[in-house]
T-cell receptor, first 116, second 113 residues
Framework: AQKITQTQPGMFVQEKEAVTLDCTYDTSDPSYGLFWYKQPSSGEMIFLIYQGSYDQQNATEGRYSLNFQKARKSANLVISASQLGDSAMYFCAMREPLGGNYQLIWGAGTKLIIKP | AAGVIQSPRHLIKEKRETATLKCYPIPRHDTVYWYQQGPGQDPQFLISFYEKMQSDKGSIPDRFSAQQFSDYHSELNMSSLELGDSALYFC???FGTGQETQYFGPGTRLLVL
């Protein structure tokens, strides 16, 4: 069963606009973590933001914020004032237990293109 | 700040050859993860090491093996390469295996001809 769902395969957004990338997840574990990573065309995987399941407040990192709605099991990424350099693939990932440790489960990604 | 280092960045091999990918984690990180990302796909977890011991195994083929050395660097050894092994191979590191964020290296792009 798909555990991380990103429903937007691709998005076009005008420069300077805010953009919301959707992510829903499925887990029965009360302790989990949610991550967003950015992958530009050059290929590297860049960590953006993290939200723990017990965190009371939504995570923020500069222009990135995570709209965490626990009851709905959603963890949408919001990028304010988008820039041309934000064009990239964006992956939502969830950390879940594997054996005695943890692994990352990934969504299929959203390709974001910022238009000038 | 120092990041995860992977070498080589690009590698071209022929079918049935072997390849060795190297990963140098962020200083003081004791956990290394290997991922495989096929074209247009999300990363797939292969294997991880904590304190030089294998901690978890994902979808790693039997033809692949890996280890973590005393200086915490890790190597992924791939034998009898197949066309389907062409992918971007990421190494990530973290401090501990619990709640810590995994930081990724730039990846090694492997092309099998």
């Amino acid at each position: 069963a798909q555990k991380i769902t990103q429903t937007q395969p691709g998005m076009f957004v005008q420069e300077k606009e805010a953009v919301t990338l959707d992510c829903t997840y499925d887990t029965s574990d009360p302790s989990y973590g949610l991550f967003w990573y950015k992958q530009p065309s050059s290929g590297e995987m860049i960590f953006l933001i993290y939200q723990g399941s017990y965190d009371q407040q939504n995570a923020t990192e500069g222009r990135y914020s995570l709209n965490f709605q626990k009851a709905r099991k959603s963890a949408n990424l919001v990028i304010s004032a988008s820039q041309l350099g934000d064009s990239a693939m964006y992956f939502c990932a969830m950390r879940e237990p594997l054996g005695g440790n943890y692994q990352l489960i990934w969504g299929a990604g959203t390709k974001l293109i910022i238009k000038p | 700040a120092a990041g995860v280092i992977q070498s080589p960045r690009h590698l071209i091999k022929e079918k049935r050859e072997t390849a060795t990918l190297k990963c140098y984690p962020i200083p003081r990180h004791d956990t290394v993860y290997w991922y495989q990302q096929g074209p247009g796909q999300d990363p797939q977890f292969l294997i991880s090491f904590y304190e030089k011991m294998q901690s978890d195994k994902g979808s790693i083929p039997d033809r692949f093996s890996a280890q973590q050395f005393s200086d915490y660097h890790s190597e992924l050894n791939m034998s009898s390469l197949e066309l389907g092994d062409s992918a971007l191979y990421f190494c990530a590191s973290s401090f501990g295996t619990g709640q810590e964020t995994q930081y990724f290296g730039p990846g090694t792009r492997l092309l099998v001809l």
